[in-house]
């Protein structure tokens, strides 16, 4: 079985601030895909970032980086220098075998001016 | 060009009733998702189609609940005799050809559907 936790459920911060979302996930798969998506609030899903089990190596993205620890099960996100245009609900989700998507609880991000 | 459309975009309906939800995928990709989300339950997996291949099925929570996808294109997430626990956004995807799990689902808006 798969599964994604995310522990904080909201985060509060003020714009310009760097805020770090934490995901911890179980599977039992050695291949697997570990996802970010934003929820604004019109509701629809955005994929931000992507990374393959085999790829350990953390990357920046525009304002946007990701920090995968294999031996830690973690795939933590940052955003750096946070804008209001940035609060939003976010979703880490895993991908294995089953090609679902296996979602974590989502933390509520509020970017304040 | 277009994204994935989902119709309607809000449904309100009795206990009871049966209500189908409607999924546009964008043209031409082959890979079809559904999804709840819910507050009790986060947003889990229902279905997926995949070409002409059988359908996971997995994620359906009990058989009040099927899909189909017709011509490979559009799809219609049916859900008999709602009950109030059955309230919850469905959300639809859908992935390109020649895709895998590692990659990007493109999701719709939504339908909100709401038991009375």
């Known amino acids: 079985a798969q599964k994604v936790t995310q522990a904080q459920t909201e985060i509060s911060v003020v714009e310009k601030e760097d805020v770090t979302l934490d995901c911890v996930y179980e599977t039992r798969d050695t291949t697997y895909y570990l996802f970010w998506y934003k929820q604004p609030p019109s509701g629809e899903l955005v994929f931000l970032i992507r990374?393959?089990?085999?790829?350990?190596q953390n990357e920046i993205s525009g304002r946007y980086s990701w920090n995968f620890q294999k031996s830690t099960s973690s795939f933590n996100f940052t955003i750096t220098a946070s804008q209001v245009v940035d609060s939003a609900v976010y979703f880490c989700a895993l991908s294995a075998r089953g090609n679902k998507l296996t979602f974590g609880g989502g933390t509520r991000v509020l970017v304040k001016p | 060009g277009a994204g994935v459309s989902q119709s309607p975009s809000n449904k309100v309906t009795e206990k009871g009733k049966d209500v189908e939800l409607r999924c546009d995928p964008i043209?031409?990709?082959?890979?079809l998702y559904w999804y709840r989300q819910s507050l009790g339950q986060g947003l889990e997996f229902l279905i997926y189609?995949?070409?002409?291949?059988?359908?996971?099925k997995s994620g359906l929570p009990s058989d009040r609940f099927s899909a189909e996808r017709t011509g490979g294109s559009v799809s219609t997430l049916t859900i008999q005799r709602t009950q109030q626990e059955d309230s919850a956004v469905y959300l639809c995807?859908?992935?390109?050809?020649?895709?895998?799990?590692?990659?990007?689902?493109?999701f719709g808006p939504g339908t909100r559907l709401t038991v009375l």
């Open positions: 990374r393959n089990s085999f790829d350990e």
């Open positions: 189609f995949q070409g002409n291949s059988a359908p996971d």
């Open positions: 995807a859908s992935r390109p050809p020649r895709t895998g799990p590692g990659d990007e689902q493109f």
């Open positions: 043209s031409g990709h082959t890979a």
